[in-house]
């Protein structure tokens, strides 16, 4: 300990790798000081055990530590560094979400770069020694002329060498010259060549070809945005900038104006982070920017593609390319925004609206906000784009805190679609049940098969039926699990609960009546598909949905089949609703636009507002006028109107004053305290002591309601219960909410989460 004492003045705090959240003082030993860094992983002794962590701080020593901390082992990895600015916005995110740091850790670092393993893929290279052939020194002539006599073996090899600048594989020059391992061992001995170790990167765009394009020349509002971007950007070197809304319609060019920004960036040696929800990481959206990038870049090398469908190996080198600064661009789903980038000039979130930019697993953060935290951090734009934004963005431009630019106008001057509302109610009087697909819309399909256009049909759920149900007694078949009814698939003949993924056979007789009478309830896509296969029995038609993507290629291939129109109709999920662009789409059906009203939760209208718009917004972007059609069976419901009449701002209005009449964001935040349990009356039992406890100490402004049992009343077996909790100020909640919070033991049975900001209610 005297040595210690003596030799290093500094104490590393360390964060513990596990569930606890636990952080312990270590010593840094002389051997490692210009290498230990905040954010460096190392390893450490707790208890006898040789444990893994992450170092937050550094201090100085103070007296008192001095005797019992024991030093830092070793690093994990001298290249597994979180970057300082990463370790800033971890700390605000931990803060902020009440998220324990080590969890926040967990989503800062890849799993895979987190591991004990230097991940990289190695491989020989060779590298030619003595220069060019005419420079030889004398002795080197002389070596030559013997190879050329003596060895013809190698002489071949050498000269296959020589003939690229490019260094050989040692894999691919054996393969290409037939020699073998000890012939080019030779060359190495005779000092012509090294072979040396080389990280070869994983790319997981490899197969993709990719084709430049020329940046476009941009209309007046496309402009004016391109040039208010870019004086943010300019101004964002010395001074703090406000983040910008970006609105504009479906089809007006967006994309556009954050490349010919994202260019400005690059061109000032800055890197740029773009953000797309993950089910627009289309390839045709990717394709989309890749090929903008190259044309910029001249190369791909640059540009790195975050999404879930990495391998690890790829992620892990995707992760230190982008450390490197080696990959200046990276686009990316939500957990992109922790990239590692240095030197980052611009942040883009594309469909800022979009939910699914919300983490539902801890650390619960919405990659938006985050993003805008970022962007603060590290004094950069942050451009947030939408046709349809949240009233969360929209509050944030009426209070001042945002920048607007808008775009109104549809690129080729094309106008926006024509809706047309197919009132179900008659329908369904018509033909006594629920129809699919109703009269009109059928007329309308005709149509344009007959014209040889192309039509989208969207329909937000999967599978044959949204239920079996007992012609009886009405009783339809629950999942074993979870308190929802399983949904039917015809291709296996199962039911599948799309809550837990619980599989089961149709089960022969009601379980509650014991007749043997079923039918099928309500409908999913496989089941319009079979519907439209029978209807049109000629047309070339497709189905994409999660089931279907799970094959390897099925989006990439129906999507381009689709798009050289080797198909006529495309039904859909969620899936096709978001950033695609086919000229040939004349006509869009939206089945069943109503699902999502039904929820209990203040942003079902906004979310059937941004849908409908979406989905919409992919008829009519080329020369032909394009048409939408929506069934419904409330259509005189607001946000289907404003859908209707393209709208937004008015929905915004109408919406925004419903919020703040009801309190709710983004007037305030909300808080959901998420109780569950394996046993029901420990559950409920939690809650209601949970609810006591907060009150006692309910700090003033504060509103907070009743413990209740939300829509999904059970989930995996798990009983639910939450308390919603409203505030002005998140600040005003921490430390009330984690205090009391942290007092509760929940035992193996029992889980307690809190949900800040939350997007799913029930
Ligand atoms: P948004 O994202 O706003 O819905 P997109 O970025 O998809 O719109 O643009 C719609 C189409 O218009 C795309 O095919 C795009 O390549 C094209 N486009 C965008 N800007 C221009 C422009 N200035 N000149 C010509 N075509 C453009
Ligand atoms: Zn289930």
């Not at 030799?7 to 959240?21: M, R």
């Not at 210009?34 to 707790?46: D, E």
């Not at 999967?462 to 079996?468: E, I, P, T």
């Amino acid at each position: 300990m005297d040595w210690f004492r003596e030799h290093s003045p500094q104490v590393a705090k360390v964060l513990i790798d596990g569930p606890k959240e636990m952080v312990c003082d270590y010593g840094i030993p002389e051997t490692l000081t210009s290498q230990i860094k905040i954010g460096a992983r190392v390893w450490v002794s707790l208890r006898d055990r040789k444990v893994s962590g992450t170092v937050l701080l550094i201090e100085n020593q103070s007296e008192e530590s001095t005797f019992n901390v024991k030093p830092i082992d070793a690093l994990i990895d001298k290249s597994t560094v979180i970057p300082e600015n990463l370790m800033q916005l971890g700390r605000w995110m931990a803060d902020y979400y009440l998220a324990p740091m080590e969890q926040v850790m967990r989503a800062l670092l890849p799993h895979v770069v987190r591991a004990d393993k230097n991940q990289a893929k190695l491989q020989q290279q060779v590298r030619w020694q003595w220069g060019a052939i005419d420079k030889f020194t004398l002795e080197q002539k002389d070596a030559w002329e013997k190879l050329e006599k003596r060895s013809p073996k190698q002489y071949i090899l050498v000269n296959l060498i020589l003939q690229t600048d490019k260094p050989f594989l040692v894999t691919e020059l054996l393969k290409l010259s037939g020699a073998s391992r000890a012939t080019l061992k030779g060359l190495e001995t005779k000092g012509m060549i090294s072979i040396e170790q080389v990280a070869i990167r994983r790319d997981p765009e490899a197969q993709v070809e990719t084709i430049e394009s020329a940046p476009k020349e941009l209309n007046e509002q496309q402009l004016n945005a391109v040039t208010l971007i870019k004086q943010s950007i300019d101004e964002s070197a010395n001074a703090r900038v406000q983040p910008i809304l970006l609105q504009g319609v479906t089809g007006s060019g967006k994309t556009e104006v954050y490349l010919q920004s994202a260019a400005h960036v690059l061109a000032q040696g800055e890197s740029t982070l773009i953000l797309v929800p993950e089910i627009a990481l289309t390839p045709q959206t990717v394709g989309r920017f890749k090929s903008r990038f190259l044309s910029i870049l001249g190369n791909l090398e640059e540009v790195a593609v975050l999404h879930s469908g990495l391998s690890d190996g790829e992620r892990f080198d995707e992760w230190h390319r982008i450390e490197r600064g080696q990959a200046r661009v990276v686009i990316g789903a939500r957990s992109a925004i922790f990239a590692p980038i240095q030197n980052l000039g611009l942040i883009v979130v594309d469909e800022e609206h979009e939910g699914s930019y919300k983490q539902e697993s801890s650390p619960r953060y919405q990659a938006r906000d985050v993003a805008v935290m970022r962007g603060y951090m590290e004094q950069c734009p942050v451009v947030l784009g939408s046709a349809t934004p949240s009233l969360e963005s929209i509050a944030n431009v009426q209070a001042g805190k945002y920048q607007i630019i808008e775009l109104t106008k549809r690129i080729d001057g094309s106008y926006l679609p024509l809706i047309q509302l197919v009132d179900m109610r008659l329908e369904a009087s018509k033909i006594k049940g629920e129809a699919m697909i109703a009269e009109p819309l059928r007329i309308a399909i005709d149509e344009r098969l007959e014209k040889q256009e192309q039509i989208i049909l969207f329909l937000n759920r999967r599978g044959f039926s949204k239920a079996v149900m007992c012609t009886s007694c009405g009783e339809k078949v629950n999942c074993a699990h979870c308190s929802i009814s399983m949904t039917y698939y015809r291709t296996d003949d199962m039911l599948r609960c799309h809550c837990c993924g619980y599989q089961s056979l149709v089960p022969k007789i009601c379980s509650e009546c014991g007749e043997r009478a079923s039918v099928y309830h309500g409908f999913g896509t496989e089941r319009v598909e079979e519907a439209l296969r029978k209807i049109f029995p000629t047309a070339r038609i497709a189905r994409l949905d999660t089931n279907v993507t799970q094959r390897k290629h099925a989006l990439r291939d129906t999507l381009d089949a689709f798009r050289t129109r080797k198909l006529d109709i495309l039904l859909g999920t969620q899936m096709i609703a978001k950033g695609l662009d086919f000229p040939g789409v004349t006509l869009v059906g939206i089945l069943n636009a109503d699902v999502s009203l039904h929820m209990p939760d203040f942003r079902s209208s906004e979310r059937t507002f941004q849908l409908l718009t979406q989905v919409a917004g992919r008829a009519g972007r080329g020369d032909l006028a394009g048409e939408v059609m929506i069934q419904t069976y409330m259509p005189h419901h607001p946000a289907i109107q404003y859908a209707r009449h393209h709208d937004v701002h008015a929905f915004a209005a109408q919406e925004l004053q419903a919020r703040k009449m009801f309190k709710y964001p983004p007037y305030l935040h909300l808080a959901l305290v998420h109780v569950s349990s394996l046993k029901q009356e420990h559950g409920q039992l939690l809650s209601e002591h949970i609810h006591k406890a907060l009150e006692a100490k309910l700090p003033q402004g504060v509103w907070m309601g009743q413990p209740h049992i939300p829509l999904m009343s059970k989930i995996d077996n798990r009983y639910r219960y939450q308390i919603m909790i409203r505030t002005n100020k998140i600040s005003q909640i921490q430390t009330w909410l984690s205090q009391t919070l942290s007092r509760f033991d929940t035992g193996q049975e029992s889980r307690i989460v809190i949900d800040i900001d939350p997007y799913n209610l029930i």
